[in-house]
Nanobody, 128 residues
Framework: QVQLVESGGGLVQAGGSLRLSCAAS????????MGWFRQAPGQEREFVVA???????????DYADSVKGRFTITRDNAKNTVYLQMNSLKPDDTAVYYC??????????????????WGQGTQVTVSS
């Protein structure tokens, strides 16, 4: 049984930082593109970032324009975990953040939400 378990959400003031973690189990982690999506109240779920395999041991990130330069995704294949470091947070970043996994997915597939597994979500609230 595949599980993606997020942690690290919370309440932070604008300009602050949070680090989300997503621990995966039940899958061959290195075979999966990993990413984060978010959903704000009354809005559709949107792509935030993905890190996809580019050959050998190379994984490269792809960021939504809205978070580029502020968010950083990393993955630790030894720990089956992906992280999202969020800096310079804004009230517009308030949302439920979901971890996502897609087998052998390209960046475009991730952006198109062609996801095999979702986490349960973790709330991030940024106060002004």
């Amino acid at each position: 049984q595949v599980q993606l378990v997020e942690s690290g959400g919370g309440l932070v003031q604008a300009g602050g930082s949070l680090r989300l973690s997503c621990a995966a189990s039940g899958l061959t982690f290195s075979n999966y593109a990993m990413g984060w999506f978010r959903q704000a109240p009354g809005q559709e779920r949107e792509f935030v970032v993905a890190v996809t395999w580019r050959g050998g041991n190379i994984y490269l990130p792809d960021y939504a324009d809205s978070v580029k330069g502020r968010f950083t995704i990393t993955r630790d294949n030894a720990k089956n975990t992906v992280y999202l470091q969020m800096n310079s947070l804004k009230p517009d970043d308030t949302a439920v953040y979901y971890c996502a996994a897609a087998a052998f997915a390209t960046t475009q597939a991730m952006r198109n939400s062609r996801i095999n597994y979702w986490g349960q979500g973790t709330q991030v609230t940024v106060s002004s």
